[in-house]
T-cell receptor
Framework: SQQGEEDPQALSIQEGENATMNCSYK?????LQWYRQNSGRGLVHLIL?????REKHSGRLRVTLDTSKKSSSLLITASRAADTASYFC??????????FGSGTQLTVLP | NAGVTQTPKFQVLKTGQSMTLQCAQD?????MSWYRQDPGMGLRLIHY???????DQGEVPNGYNVSRSTTEDFPLRLLSAAPSQTSVYFC????????????FGPGTRLLVL
């Protein structure tokens, strides 16, 4: 499979805590994106980071990219119950196809 | 703009039946794709298109056909449905690969008995 791998597969935290999830991939990439999927719903784009960028912020989200380790992390600060969802990394490889990671299920407890 | 629309939202088929999942976008995006999502897994690419008249296979193309006669529409055809095709199907569009955000439709839940 060409899918990226994400860890942890599931994460449960208390409201107000930070949540970190990681994504690893095997090929060289042009960019990497993170998406959120609420249960039974479609996907919502969160943030895109290009291969020449190392860190990017958007509101409570911080994404890092380490191309030497072929990995990325998504940090959600001051989590809220509404952040409960599945989070997927998506990367565009040299073949210019978009490949999804396996996802991290985040549960934020009130 | 309506964005990316998919019909139907839910469908039940018997093994061997055929059907077409519709996908349309009104954003004049060049790139469109179909994914399937199975429980506990990420999305897997079935077919994609980089423009009208051009389609290509993704990771899991067997049992599916696509066509792209217009920029707006990208239907997915199941030729002879099998229980293994029970899944949630998402259509997505992107202005241009490598640029910007991919927009997803709401999904079609397919159950094959």
């Amino acid at each position: 499979s060409q899918q990226g791998e994400e860890d942890p597969q599931a994460l449960s935290i208390q409201e107000g805590e930070n949540a970190t999830m990681n994504c690893s991939y095997k090929t060289s990439i042009n960019n990497l994106q993170w998406y959120r999927q609420n249960s039974g719903r479609g996907l919502v784009h969160l943030i895109l980071i290009r291969s020449n960028e190392r860190e990017k912020h958007s509101g409570r989200l911080r994404v890092t990219l380490d191309t030497s380790k072929k990995s990325s992390s998504l940090l959600i600060t001051a989590s809220r119950a509404a952040d409960t969802a599945s989070y997927f990394c998506v990367f565009e490889g040299s073949a210019r196809q978009l490949t999804f990671g396996s996802g991290t299920q985040l549960t934020v407890l009130p | 703009n309506a964005g990316v629309t998919q019909t139907p939202k839910f469908q039940v088929l018997k093994t061997g039946q055929s059907m077409t999942l519709q996908c349309a976008q009104d954003m004049n995006h060049e790139y469109m794709s179909w994914y399937r999502q199975d429980p506990g897994m990420g999305l897997r690419l079935i077919h994609y298109s980089v423009g009208a008249g051009i389609t290509d296979q993704g990771e899991v193309p067997n049992g599916y056909n696509v066509s792209r006669s217009t920029t707006e529409d990208f239907p997915l055809r199941l030729l002879s449905a099998a229980p293994s095709q029970t899944s949630v199907y998402f259509c997505a569009s992107l202005l241009e690969r490598g640029v910007g955000t991919q927009y997803f439709g709401p999904g079609t839940r397919l159950l094959v008995l």
